[in-house]
């Protein structure tokens, strides 16, 4: 028994010296004396997606006043149904055209006194597709919507309605992007002057109006062009609007608003007159 208990005592000491000779073993040794089996796996978060700031600002939203963080929202906001109808802006167009409503109402409830009937009017009259189309196709919504090879074809760039639609989903995008703030901001810096527009002169016959709905309805929008002579005290103010690349109409006045109000009187003119010869 005492030869079975000293043999005992001699194998650990043995396995011990072992053990302790292999940790001063090279590095080298080491790893080839012993598996270590595969490496642990580890585990990392993707990438961050970069922020809006590494994105340089598209003309589109230069001219807007807004860039988007989230470029989804901006492709969205572009894409024609009939490119996708199940990718579509529609429902961004829904949310801005409710957006658009709330500032104007907001911003008009907090600038006038006017009566409820007064205050729908002006309302009406600017977040109307007929006031909506020159103001996307001036911020170039036109060069920047996403169409398909037929919608192409058949002009959809200069199409009223896409144009307005398309500047109402962007309105809805902003909205979701930035908060209610910056689609307020982006609608008051360029709906204000037009709602002023309207509000000072509400018992004058608005011929720009009336000359934009009369072009909606043959898928044409009026393009304004003015030039001024004289000092500045008596300046005269020329000024001309076409549609479809055609000059219709042309008008003078002391003001470039007088001037353009005068060519799109004139131009409603002819159109009717064209109207009844037909």
């Not at 901006?74 to 055209?97: C, I, Q």
């Not at 907001?106 to 309302?123: D, P, S, W």
């Not at 008596?234 to 003001?255: C, D, E, K, Q």
């Not at 131009?267 to 009844?276: E, F, G, P, Y």
Request: hydrophobic residues 45%; glycine residues 10%; proline residues 6%.
């Amino acid at each position: 028994a005492s030869v079975r208990r000293a043999w005992a005592m001699a194998e650990r000491s043995s396995r011990l010296w072992r053990r302790l000779g292999s940790c001063f073993r090279p590095r080298g040794d080491r790893r080839a004396a012993r598996s270590l089996g595969p490496a642990p796996a580890t585990f990392s978060s993707p990438a961050p997606e970069p922020p809006a700031a590494m994105f340089p600002a598209t003309p589109l939203e230069r001219a807007l006043g807004h860039v988007f963080s989230d470029r989804a929202l901006l492709h969205e906001a572009l894409t024609h149904r009939s490119v996708d109808p199940r990718l579509s802006n529609e429902r961004l167009e829904f949310l801005g055209d409710s957006v658009l409503g709330f500032v104007v109402t907001n911003h008009l409830f907090a600038i006038t006194g006017g009566r409820e009937g007064e205050m729908t009017k002006v309302r009406l009259s600017v977040v109307s597709q007929a006031a909506q189309a020159p103001l996307a196709e001036g911020l170039g919504v036109g060069e920047a919507v996403l169409l398909d090879a037929g919608e192409e074809e058949t002009g959809g760039r200069r199409k009223p309605s896409i144009l307005a639609n398309t500047l109402e989903a962007l309105l809805g995008a902003v909205y979701l992007d930035g908060g209610l703030a910056a689609a307020e901001r982006v609608i008051l810096a360029h709906w204000a002057p037009l709602i002023a527009e309207r509000l000072n002169a509400p018992g004058e016959e608005d011929h720009k109006t009336r000359l934009q709905e009369v072009l909606a309805r043959r898928g044409l929008v009026p393009a304004y062009a003015f030039q001024a002579e004289g000092p500045d005290h008596a300046r005269t103010y020329f000024a001309t609007v076409s549609g479809g690349g055609r000059v219709l109409g042309s008008g003078t006045g002391t003001s470039k608003k007088t001037a353009e109000q005068a060519a799109a009187a004139r131009a409603l003119d002819v159109l009717a007159a064209a109207a009844a010869d037909a």
